[in-house]
C-alpha cells in the first residue's frame, strides 16, 4: 500500500499542469487560447464626439508575441463600414509595425467580417494577424514571430478566438 501511495505522489508531484488556458476578459465578451495567462493593458481617450477604448491581452515569449486587442467605438460611427474599418486597421498596424504588407484576405468568419494578413515587421520578424468587425469593436488578433519559425500554438490560437453574443 506504501508503494502505491509513493507512486501516485510521484506522479502527481510530476505531472505538468498546462499553463494555456481558454481566456475570458471581465465582460465575458469574447473568448480565446492563450499559450499563457495574458498581461492586460488598457486606455481611454474621450474625444467628442467619439470615445475609445482600447485593450491589449497578450503573452511574450522568447520566440514569439501573442496579442488580442480591440478597439471599442462609443457611440459606435453609424456610417462606418465594416471594410473601412479593417483597412483602417491593417494601415495603423503596419505604421506601428513599420511592416510592409505580405498578403491580405477579406473574408467572414462566424459571420463577421474579417481580414486576414501577414507583413514583415521592419525587424524582420513576421506578423500574422486576424482582424474581426464587431461594430462597434474592432478586434486585431496578432502573432509576432521570427520569419523563419512559426510558433506551434498560433493555429489554435486564431482557430480558438470567438466572440460570445
Request: aromatic residues 10%; proline residues 7%; charged residues 20%.
Amino acid at each position: 500500500m506504501k508503494r502505491v501511495i509513493w507512486v501516485l505522489v510521484f506522479l502527481c508531484g510530476c505531472s505538468s499542469t498546462p499553463s494555456d488556458a481558454r481566456f475570458s476578459p471581465p465582460d465575458k465578451s469574447f473568448k480565446i487560447y492563450f499559450p499563457a495567462k495574458p498581461a492586460h493593458e488598457s486606455t481611454k481617450t474621450d474625444s467628442s464626439p467619439v470615445r475609445t477604448e482600447s485593450h491589449s491581452f497578450f503573452v511574450r515569449r522568447s520566440d514569439a508575441q501573442f496579442m488580442l486587442n480591440y478597439l471599442e467605438l462609443i457611440p459606435a460611427p453609424g456610417d462606418l463600414k465594416a471594410t473601412d474599418a479593417l483597412e483602417a486597421t491593417l494601415a495603423a498596424a503596419m505604421q506601428k509595425n513599420q511592416g510592409v504588407g505580405l498578403t491580405k484576405q477579406s473574408s467572414i468568419i462566424g459571420g463577421y467580417p474579417t481580414m486576414t494578413v501577414q507583413m514583415r515587421c521592419r525587424n524582420g520578424a513576421v506578423l500574422d494577424g486576424r482582424f474581426i468587425y464587431v461594430s462597434p469593436r474592432i478586434y486585431q488578433v496578432m502573432v509576432i514571430h521570427p520569419a523563419d519559425k512559426e510558433p506551434a500554438e498560433m493555429k489554435r490560437f486564431f482557430e480558438s478566438f470567438a466572440v460570445n453574443e
